[in-house]
């Protein structure tokens, strides 16, 4: 990437230690009722390094790349863990960081997607393209707000244990926002579209966009005249896109090996029941139902070759996400999930593309089972906390009245505890779906993937 000499990287360590080089590329046009309100383009790249040293990380990181720089970051980190070494001496099992790529491992990525450069006009036409399209055919919608973000990583990673990978991961999304009003107060819903690849590689089946376009109209003018939703205990249907954010943020976040000392789920609890026998969960590395993820891994950063976790399989907990430390500590192998998405942070353990296995429960006959209850479609955000208590926001649903749709609702919430909600999942669809432009913000934001069917099940839903 930085035609940096490997060989003269790696004669410059003395301990277990990782290089990583990044170059982050980030451009975004924002589209206000068809007025470019945005337009920029930033790169931000640098270098960092990791060395362990007796039970203790030693870090640093530098923006310049050359190679004198690099030498530089590793003797800081070097020193950095001698420095921790002799202050906060810590008592661990020892740590022996294996050569998990296999030894000499040299691989590039293969992943077959658009690399051109992103064009400019290209893209705000395509933008006010669809502000014109929803301006003209759908006139009580006030304003039109597009924001494309084109993001692409370009990764070295460089290992003591003889690792070496080189990687590009690029992402397209489209968020549109939709703004009526009601009684003088704004009524809103949006939505993200797109994912792995350029511009052309998501954006190319115009009917198809079209569609999706209409479909969230729709939902805009039955939110215009929607109701509240009553709050307390409800059997409710969670759209695939609301139910894929669950299963990061509700499900994963407790079966990432760094929660175990204060999570529900202990290292014990391998091999028990902890949800119905309907689900399996799986973080998948790079491929998944034959084709590409949508943030394939295929080396983390630590330089593990990635592989599936299964975390749970019909019900039963099989194993939890790791990076190669915990791994070592809990007599396991790690699979490859310790991540990061900016040269000035050490990689944290992380999902990559974590999903709800589908089934073949179909979505209406799970409406057709509720007598009084929610179909909640479009989520906002989630958050889970160490007690395994989340919270989920809702902007775009329907009540479900005697097995049939009935209003829609206003923003509201659902909340819960994790293992109750395991518990409670009783239907899981066969219509698997992906979210566009999932982001998981454990420490810094990090691009992940996210995908379930639709699911039945009980939470606490917020409202009147």
Same mark, same amino acid.
């Given at each position: 990437?930085?035609?940096?000499?490997?060989?003269?990287?790696?004669?410059?360590?003395?301990?277990?230690?990782?290089?990583?080089?990044?170059?982050?590329?980030?451009?975004?046009?924002?589209?206000?009722?068809?007025?470019?309100?945005?337009?920029?383009?930033?790169?931000? +790249?640098?270098?960092?390094?990791?060395?362990?040293?007796?039970?203790?990380?030693?870090?640093?990181?530098?923006?310049?790349?050359?190679?004198?720089? #690099?030498?530089?970051? #590793?003797?800081?980190?070097?020193?950095?863990?001698?420095?921790?070494?002799?202050?906060?001496?810590?008592?661990?099992?020892?740590?022996?960081?294996?050569?998990?790529?296999?030894?000499?491992?040299?691989?590039?990525?293969?992943?077959?997607? +658009?690399?051109?450069?992103?064009?400019?006009?290209?893209?705000?036409?395509?933008?006010?393209?669809?502000?014109?399209?929803?301006?003209?055919?759908?006139?009580?919608?006030?304003?039109?707000?597009?924001?494309?973000?084109?993001?692409?990583?370009?990764?070295?990673?460089?290992?003591?244990?003889?690792?070496?990978?080189?990687?590009?991961?690029?992402?397209?999304?489209?968020?549109?926002?939709?703004?009526?009003?009601?009684?003088?107060?704004?009524?809103?819903?949006?939505?993200?579209?797109?994912?792995?690849?350029?511009?052309?590689?998501?954006?190319?089946?115009?009917? &198809?966009?079209?569609?999706?376009?209409?479909?969230?109209?729709?939902?805009?003018?039955?939110?215009?005249?929607?109701?509240?939703?009553?709050?307390?205990?409800?059997?409710?249907?969670?759209?695939?896109?609301?139910?894929?954010?669950?299963?990061?943020?509700? #499900?994963?976040?407790?079966?990432? !090996?760094?929660?175990?000392?204060?999570?529900?789920?202990?290292?014990?609890?391998?091999?028990? &029941?902890?949800?119905?026998? &309907?689900?399996?969960?799986?973080?998948?590395?790079?491929?998944?139902?034959? &084709?590409?993820?949508?943030?394939?891994?295929?080396?983390?950063?630590?330089?593990?070759?990635?592989?599936?976790?299964?975390?749970?399989?019909?019900?039963?907990?099989?194993?939890?996400?790791?990076?190669?430390?915990?791994?070592?500590?809990?007599?396991?192998?790690?699979?490859?999930?310790?991540?990061?998405?900016?040269?000035?942070?050490?990689?944290?353990?992380?999902?990559?593309?974590?999903?709800?296995?589908?089934?073949?429960?179909?979505?209406?006959?799970?409406? !057709?089972?509720?007598?009084?209850?929610?179909?909640?479609?479009?989520?906002?955000?989630?958050?889970?906390?160490?007690?395994?208590?989340?919270?989920?926001?809702?902007?775009?649903?329907?009540?479900?009245?005697?097995?049939?749709?009935?209003?829609?609702?206003?923003?509201?919430?659902?909340?819960?505890?994790?293992?109750?909600?395991?518990?409670?999942?009783?239907?899981?669809?066969?219509?698997?779906?992906?979210?566009?432009?999932?982001?998981?913000?454990?420490?810094?934001?990090?691009?992940?993937?996210?995908?379930?069917?639709?699911?039945?099940?009980?939470?606490?839903?917020?409202?009147?």
């Amino acid at each position: 990437m930085y035609g940096v000499n490997i060989d003269n990287i790696k004669s410059n360590f003395s301990k277990y230690t990782e290089v990583r080089i990044e170059k982050n590329s980030q451009y975004k046009i924002s589209i206000v009722n068809g007025i470019v309100m945005i337009n920029y383009k930033n790169i931000n +790249s640098g270098v960092n390094a990791r060395v362990y040293d007796s039970g203790v990380w030693g870090f640093a990181a530098n923006w310049d790349v050359s190679e004198e720089s #690099i030498q530089n970051v #590793i003797r800081k980190a070097e020193s950095n863990a001698l420095f921790l070494k002799l202050k906060t001496p810590r008592k661990v099992e020892k740590f022996d960081p294996k050569p998990y790529c296999n030894d000499n491992f040299k691989r590039q990525s293969s992943l077959k997607v +658009s690399q051109n450069v992103v064009n400019k006009k290209q893209c705000t036409d395509f933008g006010k393209n669809i502000c014109a399209y929803i301006k003209s055919k759908y006139r009580d919608i006030g304003n039109v707000i597009i924001d494309m973000l084109y993001e692409n990583t370009e990764k070295e990673i460089i290992c003591s244990d003889n690792t070496y990978w080189y990687g590009i991961l690029p992402r397209t999304t489209m968020n549109i926002s939709l703004i009526t009003e009601k009684d003088g107060k704004p009524i809103e819903i949006s939505k993200k579209f797109g994912g792995l690849g350029n511009i052309q590689d998501n954006f190319n089946e115009f009917d &198809k966009l079209y569609k999706d376009i209409d479909v969230l109209c729709k939902y805009l003018i039955d939110k215009k005249n929607g109701v509240y939703a009553k709050s307390g205990e409800k059997q409710c249907v969670l759209s695939s896109y609301v139910s894929g954010l669950m299963a990061h943020e509700a #499900i994963g976040h407790m079966l990432e !090996a760094d929660t175990i000392m204060n999570g529900p789920f202990k290292f014990d609890s391998i091999g028990k &029941k902890i949800a119905n026998s &309907k689900l399996t969960l799986v973080d998948f590395a790079h491929t998944a139902f034959g &084709k590409n993820c949508p943030i394939p891994i295929y080396v983390d950063d630590e330089g593990t070759k990635c592989e599936d976790v299964i975390a749970i399989e019909n019900g039963i907990l099989k194993e939890f996400m790791c990076n190669k430390e915990m791994a070592n500590v809990l007599g396991i192998k790690p699979k490859g999930n310790a991540r990061l998405e900016s040269f000035s942070n050490d990689p944290v353990i992380s999902m990559r593309n974590t999903c709800i296995m589908p089934s073949d429960d179909k979505v209406g006959d799970m409406i !057709a089972s509720i007598e009084d209850g929610y179909y909640l479609i479009i989520p906002t955000s989630a958050q889970v906390d160490i007690n395994s208590q989340f919270i989920t926001g809702i902007k775009c649903g329907y009540e479900i009245k005697n097995g049939k749709i009935g209003s829609a609702i206003l923003n509201t919430s659902i909340s819960g505890d994790v293992k109750t909600f395991l518990n409670s999942i009783s239907m899981i669809g066969d219509d698997f779906k992906w979210l566009n432009g999932g982001i998981c913000t454990k420490k810094i934001q990090m691009r992940v993937g996210m995908g379930s069917p639709s699911i039945k099940c009980t939470v606490n839903i917020g409202g009147v």
